[in-house]
């Protein structure tokens, strides 16, 4: 069974920090990772995707890489803003017979002081 | 449309009521998922649909009944629910293969007294 696991489960900076969130996954059999942001109370807006034949991607400050092999992943958030305070959460895909699979890691929550 | 639309936004229903959560998407996804998630927990997969045929049900209580009526719509059918099945209900699509990754609505809050 996947497990995912995020490093730290919580973190608050000062505004302007460079930061970095991890994740490791148990089954290195994935198709392809996903991190999110979840607000409070809301759905999840979908940050970067990285397909498991992918080291990177980057979007605006963000940047997650992926190295499938050792099963872990990391988004860097350049220059962080406190409109940037949210969870992130890692998923991985995996296909089965049955359909395609999502599993989440637990989550870090991040505040981003002014 | 980029989006996948989730009605009603928040429900609260008596342990007794019949009720039914909706979710509609057009980016011509074949695939469509039912997510539970609770208070400071990761979202925990509930069912998927492949093509409008269910073929993942992660033993959930028959209390809950998904129905996919076509490629677009994923209803969630609700009766006798207890209260620890509050939750934030989201609905999720995407391609049947992987080369775009999930959408996710905004979830229904769903409260049951």
């Known amino acids: 069974k996947q497990e995912v696991t995020q490093i730290p489960a919580a973190l608050s900076v000062p505004e302007g920090e460079n930061l970095v969130l991890n994740c490791s996954f148990t089954d290195s059999a994935i198709y392809n990772l996903q991190w999110f942001r979840q607000d409070p109370g809301k759905g999840l807006t979908s940050l970067l995707l990285?397909?498991?034949?992918?080291r990177e991607q980057t979007s605006g400050r963000l940047n997650a890489s992926l190295d499938k092999s050792s099963g872990r992943s990391t988004l860097y958030i350049a220059a962080s803003q406190p409109g940037d305070s949210a969870t992130y959460l890692c998923?991985?895909?995996?296909?089965?017979?049955?359909?395609?699979?999502?599993?989440f890691g637990e989550g870090t929550q991040l505040t981003v002081n002014p | 449309d980029t989006e996948v639309t989730q009605t009603p936004k928040h429900l609260v229903m008596g342990m007794t009521n019949k009720k039914s959560l909706k979710c509609e998407q057009h980016?011509?996804?074949?695939?469509m998922y039912w997510y539970k998630q609770k208070a400071k927990k990761p979202p925990e997969l509930m069912f998927v649909?492949?093509?409008?045929?269910?073929?993942i049900n992660e033993s959930v209580p028959s209390r809950f009944s998904p129905e996919c009526p076509n490629s677009s719509l994923l209803n969630l059918h609700l009766h006798a629910l207890q209260p620890e099945d509050s939750a934030l209900y989201l609905c999720?699509?995407?391609?049947?293969?992987?080369?775009?990754?999930?959408?996710f609505g905004s979830g229904t809050r769903l409260t049951v007294v």
């Open positions: 999720a699509s995407s391609q049947a293969t992987g080369i775009i990754g999930y959408t």
């Open positions: 990285i397909q498991s034949s992918q």
């Open positions: 649909y492949s093509y409008e045929k269910l073929s």
């Open positions: 998923a991985v895909r995996r296909e089965e017979t049955s359909g395609s699979r999502l599993t």
């Open positions: 980016m011509g996804h074949r695939a």
